[in-house]
């Protein structure tokens, strides 16, 4: 009612530190650190690790399929690129003799006419 007559509401207290708990952000906290640290009596083994899979192998056989297959490849790429050249060279042969006899074949008609 006061402040539906214009009036101000009083002030609210301020939550409880972080999160409610009590603690605030300026006060210094407090852990005990000697119940995280071993002393000179309680060190004790830690417990064996889980038994997991069998020893390390080297995979030998599976790599020299993959390196064998790449070089395979790479062969077939080489062989394909030298049948182009080879084919690429034949090709100009051919077209320069085809060439070569329209000229005369046009040579000759030319004369005809």
Known sequence: IFVGQGGTPPPTEAPGGIANTGISASAPVLAQVSAHTARGGDLVA???AP???DAYTKKGQEH????AMLDM???DLDKQMTEADVEEKESQKEYEAF?????TKRT????LI
């Open 46 to 48: 830690p417990p064996p």
């Open 51 to 53: 038994e997991t899979w």
């Open 64 to 67: 020299n399929g993959v390196v």
């Open 73 to 75: 490849l790479v062969a």
């Open 99 to 103: 060439m070569e006899d329209s000229k």
């Open 108 to 111: 000759a008609d030319a004369k």
